[in-house]
């Protein structure tokens, strides 16, 4: 039944990005072979020119800093972590330290099957060499309140440091809560609080003012505005508002500009097929 469904909302969803495509995005080749199991996209703010991404389940446990263009500008990489399924990443500016942070989601669970999860925390370097080792990671571990979960998305609030987590498997996927401060030295228990009205998301970000959230699933994207008197959970648990969008092969990535007007999705490597980087604004 839920296959069926999501069937149905797909060519809802491909209609509907259709008919919005005022203006197409622009395409650019991603010009590396590293990334061709992408999973995350996060803008960068100490590097405002560069996008950050990562490979899911298996792969090296590094972030790729590339350009607007597609271009490989360098590798980061994260010694003292492992990927076991890392599927979702973003930035923000610490709210006490006001350093800008790059967060990694080793989030995904196909199976339901793991004990707990992590989102692995750094100090986002200035991009002067095409390698980057980054020693010091803080790791937040936590479990959700309602059982184990698949996920591939998440955002962090810009002004609170708050993450919201959006599960991925669920008819109507749950949205979960972990405030800051989130503490390295615990199991954090992340809370449910509400239903979205989408199913397989695979991945959000939020705007630079905190006020608009971009959630995507392999059919769709949708905004969500956040009211000056309301929180993100109750935003998300409208229906949105469907955006533009061309389907990709398996599309797991999308965030933001600098600007907060434009947004990126990028997708796994398919085939022969290209990878596309498109922008949208």
């Known amino acids: 039944?839920?296959?069926?469904?999501?069937?149905?909302?797909?060519?809802?969803?491909?209609?509907?990005?259709?008919?919005?495509?005022?203006?197409?995005?622009?395409?650019?080749?991603?010009?590396?072979?590293?990334?061709?199991?992408?999973?995350?996209?996060?803008?960068?703010?100490?590097?405002?020119?560069?996008?950050?991404?990562?490979?899911?389940?298996?792969?090296?446990?590094?972030?790729?800093?590339?350009?607007?263009?597609?271009?490989?500008?360098?590798?980061?990489?994260?010694?003292?972590?492992?990927?076991?399924?890392?599927?979702?990443?973003?930035?923000?500016?610490?709210?006490?330290?006001?350093?800008?942070?790059?967060?990694?989601?080793?989030?995904?669970?196909?199976?339901?099957?793991?004990?707990?999860?992590?989102?692995?925390?750094?100090?986002?370097?200035?991009?002067?060499?095409?390698?980057?080792?980054?020693?010091?990671?803080?790791?937040?571990?936590?479990?959700?309140?309602?059982?184990?979960?698949?996920?591939?998305?998440?955002?962090?609030?810009?002004?609170?440091?708050?993450?919201?987590?959006?599960?991925k498997r669920e008819e109507q996927v749950g949205i979960y809560h972990l405030p800051y401060p989130q503490e390295s030295g615990e199991t954090l228990t992340a809370k449910k609080l509400g239903v979205m009205q989408m199913s397989w998301v695979t991945a959000a970000d939020i705007s630079p003012d905190g006020k608009t959230v971009l959630v995507k699933n392999y059919g769709s994207i949708r905004r969500f505005k956040i009211g000056a008197k309301q929180n993100v959970a109750k935003a998300l648990l409208k229906p949105g508002k469907s955006m533009p969008y061309i389907l990709e092969p398996q599309g797991e990535a999308i965030c933001f500009d600098a600007s907060g007007k434009g947004y990126y999705t990028l997708s796994e490597q398919s085939g022969d097929k290209p990878q596309i980087l498109y922008y949208y604004k």
């Open 1 to 167: 039944m839920l296959r069926n469904v999501f069937a149905f909302s797909l060519i809802v969803a491909l209609a509907c990005s259709v008919f919005l495509m005022a203006r197409p995005p622009q395409e650019h080749t991603l010009n590396t072979p590293l990334l061709d199991e992408a999973s995350g996209l996060a803008r960068g703010l100490k590097n405002p020119h560069l996008l950050y991404s990562h490979n899911d389940s298996g792969g090296k446990n590094s972030v790729y800093a590339i350009d607007s263009k597609g271009n490989l500008i360098a590798e980061i990489h994260l010694p003292t972590v492992k990927n076991r399924d890392w599927e979702e990443m973003a930035t923000c500016i610490d709210p006490i330290s006001k350093k800008p942070m790059i967060y990694v989601g080793d989030i995904g669970d196909n199976k339901a099957k793991y004990k707990n999860y992590r989102i692995h925390i750094f100090e986002e370097p200035l991009i002067e060499d095409s390698l980057v080792v980054v020693q010091d990671v803080r790791t937040i571990k936590y479990v959700y309140d309602d059982g184990a979960r698949d996920a591939e998305a998440f955002f962090v609030h810009p002004t609170s440091g708050d993450i919201y987590i959006i599960s």
